[in-house]
T-cell receptor, first 117, second 117 residues
Framework: AQKVTQAQTEISVVEKEDVTLDCVYETRDTTYYLFWYKQPPSGELVFLIRRNSFDEQNEISGRYSWNFQKSTSSFNFTITASQVVDSAVYFCALSERMDTGRRALTFGSGTRLQVQP | KAGVTQTPRYLIKTRGQQVTLSCSPISGHRSVSWYQQTPGQGLQFLFEYFSETQRNKGNFPGRFSGRQFSNSRSEMNVSTLELGDSALYLC????????????????FGPGTRLTVL
């Protein structure tokens, strides 16, 4: 079975610190898709990034960066110079092939990030 | 573009009742997926609708059903409610096009928080 592990349940940092959220996945698919979502207290899942398995190029978007390593099945997320507004629960997700052949998202358990002022 | 909208935002029901939740996708999106989020089980895929047809389904009992209308709006129904159905129900929309095995990005609504007493 495919699954996603986010070993860090909760992380607390002080504003302006850098923080890395870990994500390890398992899959037998040769082609797959990985995602990161942010869930603020309001409850809505906010899309952050989508990565195809055949594209291992790391990505940077402002203070956010992602490190995708197929060799270790990891897709880690780093926030540079964290801010209080970054406080949220962050989910890593893997697109899982179902019996229908179509895919659905399998989510990790999430990492709660608290940024203290 | 307006985002995904879900109504109602909050619901309180009693055991044995049934409930209907509504989701309006982003304009132009034809796929709607539903997820259940609970503290114990996390985020789990319920089903996906595309062009008024269910084309993917998660591992939930038949009490959970849905439908999609010609304007891509979707409803989810839960019959004979149980205490364990208390959860945040999230709807996500995507373009939905692409060959089987492909995953496009899903954009989530704010969710409906259902409490079963």
């Amino acid at each position: 079975a495919q699954k996603v592990t986010q070993a860090q349940t909760e992380i607390s940092v002080v504003e302006k610190e850098d923080v890395t959220l870990d994500c390890v996945y398992e899959t037998r698919d040769t082609t797959y898709y990985l995602f990161w979502y942010k869930q603020p207290p309001s409850g809505e899942l906010v899309f952050l990034i989508r990565r195809n398995s055949f594209d291992e190029q790391n990505e940077i978007s402002g203070r956010y960066s992602w490190n995708f390593q197929k060799s270790t099945s990891s897709f880690n997320f780093t926030i540079t110079a964290s801010q209080v507004v970054d406080s949220a629960v962050y989910f890593c997700a893997l697109s899982e092939r179902m019996d229908t052949g179509r895919r659905a998202l399998t989510f990790g358990s999430g990492t709660r990030l608290q940024v203290q002022p | 573009k307006a985002g995904v909208t879900q109504t109602p935002r909050y619901l309180i029901k009693t055991r044995g009742q049934q409930v209907t939740l509504s989701c309006s996708p982003i304009s132009g999106h034809r796929s709607v997926s539903w997820y259940q989020q609970t503290p114990g089980q996390g985020l789990q895929f319920l089903f996906e609708y595309f062009s008024e047809t269910q084309r993917n389904k998660g591992n939930f009992p038949g009490r959970f059903s849905g439908r999609q209308f010609s304007n891509s709006r979707s409803e989810m129904n839960v019959s004979t409610l149980e205490l364990g159905d208390s959860a945040l129900y999230l709807c996500a929309s995507s373009l939905g096009q692409g060959q089987i095995g492909y995953t496009d990005t899903q954009y989530f609504g704010p969710g409906t928080r259902l409490t079963v007493l």
